[in-house]
């Protein structure tokens, strides 16, 4: 019986170690030309390393054509109740779309590819994404 209890606790105080040694969700690093709380948008497919063509801390209405090679928006934002996820709006073949974006780290997606030739019209700070 002590035994047992003995490989039980052995047992209980590896797991505990391992999940203590674990890593735990960090954050993709900010863009550098995305400062903390905005909402970017950079004039690329791959990455956010080229200068933000749009970068604002308020919402954002226009038309920003994304080309040939797309682009990338990025929610930059901090946690602010009621108004850190970003609501993007795109036309692309004369239909709109729209996709909510958590801030970075997540969970949910925190940046997304527009392919190219649409045109992004919006990005509004909101509440919550709906999943």
Known sequence: ????LA???????????????????SAEPSPPNCPSGNVCVFDSNVGTDGPAVIKTTGNWRGSHQTGIVGSTIFNNGTRQPGHDHIQATWVFNGRTYDRCLHFNPGPGDYKLIIGDHATITSLTWRGECDF
């Open 1 to 4: 019986m002590h035994q047992r």
């Open 7 to 25: 490989a039980t606790a052995a047992m209980s105080a590896a797991l505990v170690a391992v999940l203590a040694s674990a890593p735990t969700a």
